[in-house]
């Protein structure tokens, strides 16, 4: 857990709602990648009348947090091992913890994004964006004495149905013929030139999906990781994970050809904290 306040604020009774005076309030971050931590807490230094209290790495960290300072706004990241962003608020209702203003981090999930927008509730996408985040903070003071319960509670049962539905096969056409390949038997995808390639086990084609975002879109966000902006990796299929050059490394793939993989400058960081090396 890092960056708390100097002077730890009280937490207030559970009963007691949250209230946010106009143009003053108090902000906790939490995301397991330091680099987006750091992203998010620059750029909200420049808006004035917002106080970052704490920042934390987990789920678990973010509900200790939540309930030690209680922030008025609450930036979240939604992908994270253990306890993700969608489990936090799950375990602050349990707790029947009042919910700040809730600020959603997601990179891919295209299908959370539709949620969100749909339900009201504000989110940004990796990498953050000055001119996105202004408009989200311009809301936020226009709105800042709504209820989040309730758009939250939509979200939350959007998203355990999507859960609840079997991963869609993908569509490979290959040698002239289609061929429906299972997600857990896809080992990585490759774009190249617009055109994407899926590399299974025993069988690779070309899918019709424009972008690896809209590919990742319909697989289980855990197991396929986004390893550099060019490869999508399923990270059951991962052979060996190789050292390279500046602190940097490859990815060896279980498939035919035992394909080497890099991994990005910025992805080798999030590797590091997925298998703790």
Same mark, same amino acid.
């Given at each position: 857990?890092?960056?708390?306040?100097?002077?730890?604020?009280?937490?207030?009774?559970?009963?007691?709602?949250?209230?946010?005076?106009?143009?003053?309030?108090?902000?906790?971050?939490?995301?397991?990648?330091?680099?987006?931590?750091?992203?998010?807490?620059?750029?909200?230094?420049?808006?004035?009348?917002?106080?970052?209290?704490?920042?934390?790495?987990?789920?678990?960290?973010?509900?200790?947090?939540?309930?030690?300072?209680?922030?008025?706004?609450?930036?979240?990241?939604?992908?994270?091992?253990?306890?993700?962003?969608?489990?936090?608020?799950?375990?602050?209702?349990?707790?029947?913890?009042?919910?700040?203003?809730?600020?959603?981090?997601?990179?891919?999930?295209?299908?959370?994004?539709?949620?969100?927008?749909?339900?009201?509730?504000?989110?940004?996408?990796?990498?953050?964006?000055?001119?996105?985040?202004?408009?989200?903070?311009?809301?936020?003071?226009?709105?800042?004495?709504?209820?989040?319960?309730?758009?939250?509670?939509?979200?939350?049962?959007?998203?355990?149905?999507?859960?609840?539905?079997?991963?869609?096969?993908?569509?490979?056409?290959?040698?002239?013929?289609?061929?429906?390949?299972?997600?857990?038997?896809?080992?990585?995808?490759?774009?190249?030139?617009?055109?994407?390639?899926?590399?299974?086990?025993?069988?690779?084609?070309?899918?019709?999906?424009?972008?690896?975002?809209?590919?990742?879109?319909?697989?289980?966000?855990?197991?396929?990781?986004?390893?550099?902006?060019?490869?999508?990796? +399923?990270?059951? =299929?991962?052979? !060996?994970?190789?050292?390279?050059? #500046?602190? @940097?490394?490859? *990815? /060896?793939? +279980?498939?035919? =050809?035992?394909? !080497?993989?890099?991994?990005?400058? #910025?992805? @080798?960081?999030? *590797? /590091?904290?997925?298998?703790?090396?």
């Amino acid at each position: 857990m890092q960056g708390s306040a100097k002077n730890p604020v009280k937490p207030a009774p559970e009963t007691e709602p949250v209230a946010m005076e106009a143009g003053n309030f108090k902000a906790v971050i939490v995301d397991d990648e330091q680099l987006a931590r750091d992203e998010l807490a620059y750029l909200l230094n420049a808006f004035p009348g917002v106080e970052i209290v704490a920042q934390g790495r987990n789920g678990l960290e973010a509900v200790q947090l939540v309930r030690q300072h209680r922030p008025d706004l609450l930036f979240l990241d939604v992908q994270m091992p253990g306890l993700d962003g969608f489990g936090v608020i799950r375990k602050l209702r349990e707790k029947h913890t009042p919910l700040p203003h809730l600020i959603f981090a997601t990179a891919y999930d295209q299908y959370a994004v539709k949620a969100f927008e749909v339900n009201a509730v504000d989110y940004l996408l990796k990498p953050f964006d000055k001119a996105r985040l202004a408009q989200t903070m311009d809301k936020i003071r226009r709105e800042h004495s709504s209820e989040p319960e309730q758009k939250l509670d939509r979200v939350l049962r959007l998203l355990e149905e999507r859960q609840q539905t079997p991963p869609a096969r993908v569509l490979l056409k290959s040698g002239g013929r289609h061929f429906l390949l299972d997600p857990d038997e896809i080992v990585y995808a490759r774009i190249e030139d617009g055109v994407i390639t899926v590399f299974g086990r025993h069988l690779e084609g070309q899918c019709n999906y424009r972008t690896l975002e809209e590919l990742q879109a319909v697989l289980d966000e855990k197991i396929f990781w986004r390893a550099h902006r060019s490869y999508l990796v +399923n990270l059951n =299929q991962i052979r !060996e994970v190789v050292p390279w050059f #500046n602190s @940097s490394f490859q *990815l /060896r793939m +279980n498939d035919r =050809q035992q394909a !080497e993989i890099p991994v990005s400058r #910025n992805q @080798s960081r999030r *590797l /590091r904290e997925l298998f703790n090396l």
